[in-house]
Nanobody, 121 residues
Framework: QVQLVESGGGLVQAGGSLRLSCAAS???????DSWFRQAPGKEREFVAA????????YYADSVKGRFTISRDNAKNTVYLQMNSLKPEDTAVYYC???????????????WGQGTQVTVSS
């Protein structure tokens, strides 16, 4: 089983930036890795995904042009650079990994514990 640990969340003003990290251990397969988020009272939603090589990325329309997903396989870490943050980006952010490309939460079995991102107006 893959263990995932997110870090980098915090409180930031609107227009600011944060970089989230997701450190993985116990990985036994090349993977697609994604970030999801869940705001209070809302369902968990897809944010961004990246292939093992990093050559393919995919973003939700709500973050396209503001967020960038990347990875460093030597460090077993996936990143989410978040710029031009908005109050509506406030949520718990989770990383997840699976063997194939997907934006569906049901396709992911390995999840981190989440990191809180709060954007003040």
């Amino acid at each position: 089983q893959v263990q995932l640990v997110e870090s980098g969340g915090g409180l930031v003003q609107a227009g600011g930036s944060l970089r989230l990290s997701c450190a993985a251990s116990g990985r036994t397969f090349t993977s697609y890795d994604s970030w999801f988020r869940q705001a209070p009272g809302k369902e968990r939603e897809f944010v961004a995904a990246i292939s093992w090589s990093g050559g393919w990325t995919y973003y939700a329309d709500s973050v396209k042009g503001r967020f960038t997903i990347s990875r460093d396989n030597a460090k077993n870490t996936v990143y989410l650079q978040m710029n031009s943050l908005k109050p509506e980006d406030t949520a718990v952010y989770y990383c997840a990994t699976t063997k194939y490309a997907s934006i569906r939460t049901d396709d992911y079995k390995d999840w981190g514990q989440g990191t809180q991102v709060t954007v003040s107006s």
